[in-house]
């Protein structure tokens, strides 16, 4: 199911469970995604984070979206992000094939390469070595290489989903003659991608990694080449409406030198808090982000934050909307998860449709 010139507004359901301090259990899960359907949304989206998140664990995101599958008829099914390269991406290409399908074309993998604290990257990578005992992996080398790793990892999928039987040998990923056979989709699911980041004015948030004093309270698009040439659309995240229109400026050009007659889809990411009060919603987002990531600062919030009287919540998402923004990921930003999404379903929804 290709993307449409109609809005897509989605809806993230809690499968870092535990990390507001709420056990969200895969019973509320499922509940959650049918009273979205109910609602009114057109998507629900799950995160990824296979190692936790601080030292929380998720559940899996390409699974509970299955379970979805079965139980809802018109939502989209979106992972925002997952990360393709911490996975073999030939299993990856057929359990997605396989959502793809029993869905009716639903299906919308989100990547991205990931971020996050120090010590949680470490973990993820240093998993991907423990794989292959005694071959002098270096888990180190995994991460500095890692936009090497995602970009052979969604070529193969993408190969995978659009070719009868293909060998590949690139720096990682190495087969002879692999197929998806009867399981390979009618028609390629679309791939949303993730590229740019604020860089925040201090050390701490989602890019501990990223972090450096020339860098410092800069939003970098990153290499947005790869959105181009390897997915459908572009995921953007922190960038305000005049930096998407500067970095959709530079993939656009890009575009029409490779692929002049497809059209890229645009979405956004953001943290949402309906309240009367619009102090009390950007402390609840502020509040919610320290807990997802520790050490978010007040620039981080401005950017990440779509919070206040419905009115306004709105207002914000209209701005990104008149910039062609179609798609839209909005992070739940309180432990209250379902009395917020219902608030953003009765409250903002109609006032954006």
């Given amino acids: 199911m290709a993307f449409t010139d ?16 709420f056990a969200y259990g895969l019973r509320e899960m499922l509940q959650a995604s049918q009273e979205a359907e109910a609602m009114g949304f057109d998507g629900v989206w799950v995160h990824d984070a296979p190692l936790g998140r601080r030292t929380v664990a998720s559940y899996d995101g390409v699974s509970i979206l299955s379970a ?20 073999n991406p030939i299993s990856l290409a057929l359990e997605w094939a396989t959502l793809f399908t029993l869905s009716e074309g639903r299906a919308v993998l989100g990547v ?8 949680l990257v470490k973990r993820e990578y240093e998993a991907m070595a423990a794989l292959r005992h005694d071959t002098g992996l270096d888990p180190q080398a995994l991460y500095e ?36 056979g009867e399981a390979r989709p009618t028609e390629p699911p679309p791939v949303l991608m993730a590229s740019g980041i604020y860089v925040p004015k201090e050390y701490g948030g989602p890019v501990h990694h990223l972090w450096s004093k020339e860098n410092a309270g800069k939003f970098l698009l990153g290499p947005y080449k790869r959105v181009v040439n390897l997915s459908d659309g572009w995921l953007a995240v922190h960038a305000t409406p005049r930096e998407i229109d500067e970095s959709w400026s530079k993939i656009e050009a890009y575009a029409r030198e490779r692929n002049p007659s497809k059209k890229y889809a645009k979405a956004y990411n953001c943290f949402v808090n309906v309240d009367d009060d619009p102090r009390k919603a950007r402390e609840a987002v502020k509040e919610y982000l320290n807990n997802w990531h520790t050490m978010i600062g007040e620039d981080v919030v401005d950017r990440w934050a779509v919070a206040g009287p419905p009115e306004e919540v709105a207002r914000q998402l209209r701005e990104y909307m008149n910039r062609g923004v179609k798609i839209f990921q909005l992070v739940v930003a309180s432990p209250d ?3 917020q999404m219902k608030l953003i379903g009765e409250k903002v929804l109609p006032l954006l449709k």
């Fill in 112 to 119: 991205g390469t990931g971020g996050g604290k120090p010590a």
């Fill in 337 to 339: 998860h379902h009395g």
């Fill in 6 to 21: 109609e809005p897509m507004i989605g809806v993230s359901i809690n499968n870092l469970t535990g990390i507001t301090g």
């Fill in 68 to 87: 979805i599958a079965s139980r809802t008829k018109t939502l989209r099914l979106c992972t925002g992000i997952l990360q393709p390269h911490l996975r």
């Fill in 145 to 180: 290489k890692r936009g090497k790793l995602f970009r052979e990892n969604v070529e193969i999928l993408r190969r995978l989903w659009s070719e009868d039987k293909f060998s590949y040998s690139g720096e990682f990923y190495h087969f002879n003659e692999v197929t998806l």
